[in-house]
């Protein structure tokens, strides 16, 4: 019996990841004889019966987050971190994996540490082109750190061997499909473009607002499908109406959904996450990206510039983020088929398919 812990910030863009290494790590287990036993430790939210669909069981751990600036909340996150670790001290013990994979992101840095204090090997992955401060204090334990963009190696000072993998993409994402089939499907005309808006899984109220105040001017030109967030679409939902030309959901909450959603679209208009960047680049979509200001570290604002190096994407800055803008930047993608095949191109040469298997073999030859 193999025995391997997950943990990471309980957002889609570190439980994703992990999902799609426990897949290649099932695999390897299956060709190998082996048992093996999947477990994450942490806060799982909307995505616990993701994980238990995949056959992770998810274990509750305390999350927190440790700032390195005054806030009052500190003085709830503090207590909640040590309280956190007791947490992993008795949990941990009783599970006893071979070996401890972490995405970072708020509320690994105690499963890390206890995990530490049990001798248990580790191997870290940032997703981020500026590593977040959970990462960074891991790297210091680890035997193997992999990341996802290139810059982020200038940030970490450890001696553990370190990697360009790329991020994890889910398999089932990659399944070819016809974009008229999935314009249809989502009651759009397929012979007109569409436009999908992301904004994480959390939504972001700016975007929403900012399509929402000018949805006409976008209408008058575009047909959207518009992911707003789980915590912000029943309130949106109050005063937006679905038409036929705009839609919006909460979430894509199956990988189907989401599929479709990529398949349907002729730009992507995003935030930076890194999650999202990798989605959109192994789609072979030209985006439009709007970096979150207030990310830690400013770290969307670097995954953007890295990503329009290649060529695959166009950056607008928030404060600069005006309707004529950003639709004018659209119309010169979709008016310019050259273009438009020269960012696809581009997008898909950044893309490293192998990024979960990779890892995976990592995660097996720290066991060793």
Same mark, same amino acid.
């Given at each position: 019996?193999?025995?391997?812990?997950?943990? @990471?910030?309980?957002?889609? &863009?570190?439980?994703?990841?992990?999902?799609? =290494?426990?897949? $290649?790590?099932?695999?390897?287990?299956?060709?190998?004889?082996?048992?093996?036993?999947?477990?994450? !430790? *942490?806060?799982?939210?909307?995505?616990?019966?993701?994980?238990?669909?995949?056959?992770?069981?998810?274990?509750?751990?305390?999350?927190?987050?440790?700032?390195?600036?005054?806030?009052?909340?500190?003085?709830?996150?503090?207590?909640?971190?040590?309280?956190?670790?007791?947490?992993?001290?008795?949990?941990?013990?009783?599970?006893?994996?071979?070996? =401890?994979?972490?995405?970072?992101?708020? &509320?690994?840095?105690?499963?890390?540490?206890?995990?530490?204090?049990?001798?248990?090997?580790?191997?870290?992955?940032? #997703?981020?082109?500026?590593?977040? +401060?959970?990462?960074?204090?891991?790297?210091?334990?680890?035997?193997?750190?992999?990341?996802? !963009?290139?810059?982020?190696?200038?940030?970490?000072?450890?001696?553990?061997?370190?990697?360009?993998?790329?991020?994890?993409?889910?398999?089932?994402?990659?399944?070819?499909?016809?974009?008229?089939?999935?314009?249809?499907?989502?009651?759009?005309?397929?012979?007109?473009?569409?436009?999908? =808006?992301?904004?994480?899984?959390?939504?972001?109220?700016? %975007?929403?607002?900012?399509?929402?105040?000018?949805?006409?001017?976008?209408?008058?030109?575009?047909?959207?499908?518009?992911?707003? &967030?789980? @915590?912000?679409?029943?309130?949106?939902?109050?005063?937006?109406?679905?038409?036929?030309?705009?839609?919006?959901?909460?979430?894509?909450?199956?990988? $189907?959904?989401?599929?479709? *959603?990529?398949?349907?679209?002729? %730009?992507?208009? #995003?935030?930076?996450?890194?999650?999202?960047?990798?989605?959109?680049?192994?789609?072979? $979509?030209?985006?439009?990206?709007?970096?979150?200001?207030?990310?830690?570290?400013?770290?969307?604002?670097?995954?953007?510039?890295?990503?329009?190096?290649?060529?695959?994407?166009?950056?607008?800055?928030?404060?600069?983020?005006?309707?004529? +803008?950003?639709?004018?930047?659209?119309?010169?993608?979709?008016?310019?088929?050259?273009?438009?095949?020269?960012? #696809?191109?581009?997008?898909?040469? !950044?893309?490293?398919?192998?990024?979960?298997?990779?890892?995976?073999?990592?995660?097996?030859?720290?066991?060793?």
């Amino acid at each position: 019996m193999v025995r391997i812990l997950l943990t @990471g910030g309980g957002t889609g &863009g570190h439980i994703y990841p992990l999902i799609a =290494v426990s897949k $290649k790590l099932q695999d390897y287990a299956d060709r190998g004889g082996l048992e093996i036993d999947l477990r994450y !430790f *942490g806060k799982a939210d909307y995505y616990a019966k993701e994980l238990e669909t995949n056959n992770i069981k998810a274990v509750y751990i305390a999350p927190s987050k440790l700032r390195r600036y005054f806030s009052l909340l500190n003085l709830v996150d503090i207590p909640k971190f040590f309280w956190s670790i007791l947490q992993g001290l008795w949990k941990v013990f009783w599970f006893m994996p071979d070996a =401890v994979f972490s995405k970072g992101g708020p &509320g690994a840095l105690a499963m890390i540490l206890v995990c530490r204090f049990y001798r248990i090997p580790l191997l870290i992955h940032e #997703s981020d082109a500026v590593p977040g +401060l959970t990462n960074r204090i891991s790297a210091r334990f680890a035997k193997k750190v992999d990341i996802a !963009f290139e810059a982020a190696a200038d940030y970490f000072q450890t001696k553990a061997e370190l990697g360009v993998t790329g991020n994890p993409i889910r398999e089932e994402l990659l399944i070819p499909q016809d974009q008229a089939m999935a314009k249809r499907r989502w009651g759009f005309d397929p012979r007109k473009p569409v436009i999908l =808006v992301l904004g994480g899984s959390q939504g972001s109220e700016r %975007i929403n607002n900012f399509i929402s105040e000018n949805l006409e001017d976008w209408l008058n030109k575009f047909q959207l499908l518009h992911q707003v &967030g789980y @915590g912000k679409y029943a309130e949106y939902q109050k005063w937006m109406k679905q038409k036929s030309n705009y839609q919006f959901v909460p979430y894509f909450d199956s990988v $189907k959904d989401l599929r479709d *959603g990529f398949a349907a679209a002729d %730009i992507i208009v #995003s935030r930076a996450g890194a999650g999202a960047i990798f989605e959109i680049a192994a789609m072979g $979509k030209p985006s439009i990206l709007i970096p979150l200001p207030e990310a830690a570290n400013n770290h969307q604002n670097q995954n953007a510039y890295e990503y329009v190096k290649t060529g695959a994407a166009i950056i607008i800055e928030e404060e600069n983020l005006l309707v004529n +803008l950003a639709i004018n930047e659209i119309e010169k993608i979709l008016n310019n088929p050259a273009l438009l095949i020269k960012m #696809s191109t581009a997008a898909k040469n !950044f893309y490293k398919p192998d990024a979960a298997e990779k890892i995976a073999k990592d995660i097996i030859s720290v066991i060793k």
